[in-house]
């Protein structure tokens, strides 16, 4: 028989006065639920001890949404969207200029002409497929390889190459920075940063801005791109978190193209990819087939219109590979055997499924195809052969718009030491003089 312990007097007087002003003063009573409930929480109560590793039931891995498989053909149960033959066309066009862009700029690179590159090989469908479903004026805030969405709302090849050289007519940084930093106010594109991941939690303020203005709430979302890598960084954790208990319509696009440079992705996390850590932060989340342009356009405008009617973020995960190197910096196959990269660019290729759907449609020939090439190879040829007869910006623009407002005390003092050098060596030493040529107006407003 149970039997209450007694205590001595002076010992039940001393527990009471310690337990009088805490949680143990609350006078008991029978729980509204039969097994309890907890503070904040709509978890049920069990008595059976149950680890868990998987989001998804009995440890199934998170299925990929596709929609045409590698002949153009829908798969059995696939609704394809609903999309005209310009609009498919256009689609196409946009992928295909993407690898001629990038192997001249590749080339280029390579031959000294450019300092730097990075390409888009094999994530043709992943940047596209996601432009298409975006409005012309949401905030895109990108990583390396969305060239393509610039290209799709109209900022044009020679806007592109005018960057990556740096030259007079570079409306993105005016030469500051190194190529494939791109930006355009007017397209609503934010200008790329180099350190990884930085744009992520800058994605989601940018959502919180949008979330606050009468004339945008309802209407536009932030975008970000990144990869897996960038995904392994704690400002991923950082924007994911502030976009979903800030709640703010902040899209973001994962590219898992299976790399973070020489980094697999089998190494970069345990778990089931970046997909499963929406869940984690209570987001609608979707996985989808990175290489099927037709699948991350459905996916995206989905995932867009959730995100802008619940001002809520929403996480789209697209799976594809990484044809290309990393950038011109990097030679993958010291990391992935050659056979493994052409083996993916037969059996999986973005660019062949689309067209094959489009030819059994009537929509596309090889003839267009052809000539579309052909088109898109002059147009390149022609617009970095005109970079290259440009000079760069002037000297004196190379200490503006640097930093908004007034300028800081820093950059006053460089450039007053620039010009006292100018002035000294500019017309009497020849690798000054010849070095001045190369900007527009030689540096002479600073002579005067």
Not at 427 to 441: C, H, N, Y
Request: hydrophobic share 35%.
């Amino acid at each position: 028989m149970f039997r209450p312990t007694r205590f001595p007097p002076s010992l039940r007087q001393l527990t009471v006065a310690r337990t009088s002003r805490g949680v143990a003063s609350v006078t008991p009573k029978l729980p509204e639920y039969p097994h309890g409930n907890l503070p904040s929480s709509q978890s049920p109560i069990t008595s059976t001890m149950h680890f868990f590793n998987s989001v998804m039931d009995s440890g199934k891995q998170i299925p990929t949404y596709r929609i045409i498989d590698g002949a153009g053909q829908p798969i059995e149960g696939a609704e394809v969207p609903e999309l005209d033959r310009d609009f498919a066309r256009n689609m196409y066009e946009n992928m295909a200029q993407l690898p001629i862009i990038d192997d001249v700029l590749y080339n280029l690179q390579r031959q000294g002409r450019i300092s730097f590159y990075i390409t888009a090989y094999g994530e043709e469908a992943a940047v596209i497929g996601s432009a298409a479903a975006l409005a012309p004026d949401d905030e895109v805030l990108a990583q390396y390889r969305e060239a393509g969405v610039l290209l799709y709302r109209g900022f044009g090849i020679e806007s592109l190459i005018n960057q990556c050289y740096g030259t007079s007519l570079d409306s993105c940084t005016k030469g500051k920075q190194m190529p494939v930093h791109y930006s355009s106010k007017e397209l609503h594109f934010h200008t790329i940063s180099s350190p990884l991941a930085t744009q992520i939690p800058q994605a989601a303020g940018v959502g919180f801005a949008l979330k606050r203005d009468p004339s945008r709430r309802g209407k536009n979302c932030a975008v970000t791109y990144f990869g897996d890598g960038a995904a392994s960084e704690g400002d991923f954790h950082a924007g994911m978190l502030l976009a979903s208990t800030i709640p703010s319509p902040t899209l973001f696009i994962a590219r898992n193209n299976g790399f973070a440079i020489s980094t697999p992705s089998t190494e970069q996390y345990y778990g089931d990819g970046i997909a499963a850590r929406g869940a984690g932060y209570g987001v609608h989340t979707i996985r989808v087939d990175g290489n099927d342009v037709l699948a991350v356009y459905s996916a995206v405008k989905e995932a867009r219109r959730r995100c802008i009617e619940e001002g809520r973020a929403v996480l789209v995960e697209t799976m594809t590979y990484r044809v290309g190197h990393h950038s011109t910096s990097d030679d993958s196959f010291a990391y992935r055997p050659r056979k493994e990269v052409e083996e993916r660019k037969r059996l999986d290729n973005p660019l062949v499924r689309f067209r094959l759907f489009l030819e059994l449609r009537g929509w596309w020939s090889k003839e267009e195809d052809d000539a579309l090439k052909a088109r898109i190879k002059a147009d390149v040829h022609a617009a970095y052969k005109k970079a290259e007869a440009l000079p760069r910006p002037p000297l004196s623009e190379m200490f503006t718009d640097v930093y908004g407002g007034e300028q800081p005390w820093n950059l006053r003092a460089q450039e007053k030491e620039l010009k006292g050098l100018v002035r000294k060596y500019g017309r009497s030493w020849e690798p000054w003089k010849a070095e001045l040529k190369k900007f527009k107006g030689e540096g002479k407003e600073w002579f005067d």
